[in-house]
C-alpha cells in the first residue's frame, strides 16, 4: 500500500515521474464504492475547472477508508515521491480526492506557486473500474502555454499515477469527461528548502571564504531558483565540487560556484544583477568575480571558439561595447570552467531522463572533439576526468 510496483521518470519539460500498482485490487473495490455511493462530494469551480472535491483529511472520512488511506500510506507515497523527484519534502500535506463528470475538463495551467504559502509537488493516483479512450479525462503535458504544443498524453488508467513539480513550465490539462466519472487521489507536499547548514556540510566549504560565497548565495535566494528543473545552487556547487576535486586554485573555485549568477546565453535566469558586480567582488575576489562575470556575458559558442585558437592575447567586445581582454590564462580557466559545467550537467542529465534533446549522443560528440583538442593545454587530471566522463556517455 503506497509502494509502486513500477515507475519511470523524467525531467522534461518539467519534472515529473509515471507509476502504478499503488493499490490492492480490494483496497480500490473499498474506495470506489464509497466514492460513489457515500462519500459527501462538494463542487468547486474556478475560471479554468469545475469538479467535485472531498477532504480526505477531514473525520467524516469513514473508518474502513481510513484503514486505507492511514499514516503508513501517506508516509509511503511522500517518501516515493521525495526520491523520484529528488526533493526534500516537508511534513505539511494536503489530501484531497478529485470527481469529473461528463462535459466537466480543466484548463491548461501550471500551478506554479505564488510563493512559500504554495505546495510544490503532487501526486496524482487514477482510480476507476474501466477505462477507454473514447471516455475522455486524459492528462496532457505541454512544453509551453501553447496548447497545440503537446509532450505527452496520460491515460488515466486505474491504479496508475502521475507525480510532479510544480513550476512555470508545468503545463498541463484534462480533456473533458465524454463518458462517466474519472476519480482520483491528489497529495499536494510542500518541498522543504535546503539551509546554510545543510551545504556547510560539503568538503567544498571548509575555508573562510567559500563559506562567505556560500552565505552570499543563501542570502540572495539562489536555492529558491531553478537551473535545468533543480536548484540553481546545486548545479553551481556541483561544478565548484569538480575544480575542488581536480585541485584547481580557490580563486577559479569560487568563479565556477558564481559561474551563471547573472544568467548567460543558454540560462537566462539573472540570479543577481550586473549592477551589483561590486557586490560579488567583495564576496569572492575581483579576479574570481572577473571569470564569472566573463563566463556569463560572453557568448558560450563564442567563448567555444576562443578555445580553439591558438592566440596567446585575444580581445572580446560584447554587444555593449564592453572590450574584453583575455591573455592564455584566462583562456585556460575558462576553458577548465567550461568543461566542468559541461561535465556537471552531463552527469545530471543522463541519469534522470536519456531522451532530453539538448544532451544527444550528437552534441557530446561535438563537445567532446573540442575539449580533446584542447589537450596541449590542460592539466593532466582535468583532461583524463573529462576522457573519462564523455568516453562513458557516448559508448552508453
Not at 462530494?41 to 486505507?68: A, G
Not at 497529495?187 to 560539503?202: G, I, Q, R, T, V
Request: aromatic share 10%; with cysteine.
Amino acid at each position: 500500500m503506497g509502494n509502486f510496483a513500477a515507475t519511470q521518470t523524467f525531467i522534461t519539460p518539467f519534472k515529473y515521474f509515471l507509476a502504478k500498482g499503488i493499490f490492492t485490487s480490494g483496497e480500490i473495490n473499498t474506495l470506489l464504492d464509497w466514492f460513489e455511493s457515500g462519500a459527501k462530494w462538494k463542487v468547486h469551480k474556478t475560471d479554468f475547472y469545475e469538479q467535485y472535491e472531498l477532504n480526505l483529511s477531514s473525520d467524516l472520512v469513514p473508518t474502513h477508508v481510513r484503514q486505507i488511506l492511514n499514516k503508513d500510506f501517506i508516509s509511503n507515497i511522500k517518501s516515493s515521491v521525495s526520491e523520484l523527484l529528488g526533493v526534500k519534502l516537508q511534513d505539511k500535506i494536503q489530501f484531497v480526492a478529485h470527481k469529473l463528470i461528463t462535459n466537466q475538463g480543466i484548463g491548461i495551467h501550471t500551478d506554479c506557486p505564488a510563493d512559500e504559502t504554495f505546495e510544490t509537488h503532487r501526486i496524482i493516483i487514477y482510480l476507476n473500474r474501466e477505462f477507454s479512450d473514447d471516455f475522455g479525462g486524459h492528462l496532457i503535458l505541454f512544453n509551453s502555454k501553447n496548447t497545440s504544443d503537446i509532450h505527452r498524453i496520460i491515460r488515466p488508467m486505474n491504479n496508475s499515477a502521475f507525480g510532479f513539480e510544480l513550476s512555470k513550465k508545468s503545463f498541463h490539462a484534462v480533456t473533458d469527461i465524454k463518458n462517466g466519472e474519472r476519480f482520483s487521489l491528489n497529495l499536494s507536499f510542500w518541498e522543504k528548502l535546503p539551509s546554510l547548514a545543510d551545504y556547510l556540510e560539503f568538503d567544498l566549504f571548509k575555508t573562510t571564504n567559500s563559506k562567505r560565497a556560500l552565505t552570499f548565495l543563501i542570502e540572495n535566494n539562489v536555492h529558491k531558483s531553478t537551473h535545468s528543473n533543480r536548484r540553481s545552487i546545486d548545479h553551481l556547487i556541483g561544478v565548484a565540487n569538480l575544480l575542488t576535486n581536480w585541485h584547481c586554485q580557490e580563486t577559479l573555485i569560487l568563479a565556477g560556484l558564481f559561474h551563471n549568477i547573472y544568467g548567460t546565453s543558454v540560462f537566462n535566469s539573472i540570479v543577481i544583477k550586473i549592477n551589483d558586480r561590486e557586490k560579488v567582488k567583495r564576496i569572492i575576489g575581483s579576479r574570481a568575480e572577473r571569470l564569472a562575470y566573463i563566463y556569463c556575458t560572453v557568448q558560450r559558442k563564442k567563448l567555444q571558439s576562443i578555445f580553439k585558437e591558438d592566440i596567446p592575447i585575444i580581445n572580446i567586445f560584447e554587444d555593449n561595447g564592453e572590450k574584453i581582454i583575455l591573455n592564455d590564462v584566462d583562456i585556460l580557466n575558462l576553458a577548465i570552467l567550461d568543461i566542468a559545467n559541461s561535465i556537471e550537467q552531463i552527469g545530471f542529465v543522463k541519469i534522470l531522463d536519456k531522451n532530453r534533446l539538448d544532451i544527444t549522443k550528437e552534441h557530446l560528440i561535438k563537445e567532446f572533439s573540442l575539449y580533446s583538442s584542447l589537450k596541449k593545454i590542460l592539466p593532466d587530471n582535468v583532461f583524463s576526468s573529462m576522457i573519462d566522463t564523455y568516453q562513458k556517455f557516448i559508448s552508453g
